[in-house]
């Protein structure tokens, strides 16, 4: 099985709601990523989780909220967004981040913030 | 810091023309070096990568090799076909993670 699974495919929120994104892979993979992505942009590296553990923020503002329960799911918590939070959101797995690993993609989930 | 350069598109060609995406990298180090694609509506998967000097990197026609001399990446195939068009994005892995802007390319029948 090489495929990350994300949910749900689309999403629609309000800037006062509260939701969330949710991964996962079966590829026994220890290194965990969330990405966003603009239209006709590349992929933003949002967060790393390594081995469970958070590795590396990329200064994202605190209304997301990533969250690693176990090696094989990764959560993206979203709370008091904002339109220009609109995007593609990527979530992706590789062998380990220790050394820089091919990582899979899953097909993302579409958020629109109104 | 780190970046990647590619150049932009949108590409345009025929079947069966020869393609060519220019990629040059600055990072520290020597970074890992991958090509991955994006086809409309999807997520990225990893086309091919090179991780030292002089590899060659190829898959599915396509092929890229590691030139340090130069920092550059440059994916090429011989022969596209329609289900070529997509968006191709290069990534350099060193003490980060960096992508290209991205180059969509059109394949025209």
């Known amino acids: 099985d090489t495929e990350v699974t994300q949910t749900p495919k689309h999403l629609v929120m309000g800037m006062t709601n509260k939701k969330s994104l949710k991964c996962e892979q079966h590829?026994?993979?220890?290194?965990m990523y969330w990405y966003k992505q603009k239209a006709k942009k590349p992929p933003e590296l949002m967060f790393v989780?390594?081995?469970?553990?958070?590795?590396i923020n990329e200064s994202v503002p605190s209304r997301f909220s990533p969250e690693c329960p176990n090696s094989s799911l990764l959560n993206l918590h979203l709370h008091a967004l904002q339109p220009e939070d609109s995007a593609l959101y990527l979530c992706a797995s590789s062998q380990a981040s220790g050394e820089w690993e091919t990582q899979y993609f899953g097909p993302g989930t579409r958020l629109l913030v109104l | 810091g780190d970046s990647v350069t590619q150049m932009e598109g949108p590409v345009t060609l025929s079947e069966e023309a020869f393609l060519t995406i220019n990629c040059t990298y600055t990072a520290t180090g020597y970074p890992s070096l991958f090509w991955y694609v994006q086809y409309p509506g999807e997520g990225l998967q990893l086309l091919l990568k090179?991780?030292?000097?002089?590899d060659k990197g190829s898959n599915k026609g396509f092929e890229a090799t590691y030139r340090k001399e130069t920092t550059s990446f440059h994916l090429e195939k011989g022969s596209v076909q329609v289900s070529d068009s997509a968006v191709y994005f290069c990534q350099a892995a060193g003490n980060k993670l960096t992508f290209g802007g991205g180059t969509r390319v059109l394949v025209k029948p």
């Open positions: 590829m026994g993979h220890r290194a």
């Open positions: 989780y390594s081995y469970e553990k958070l590795s």
């Open positions: 090179a991780t030292k000097a002089d």
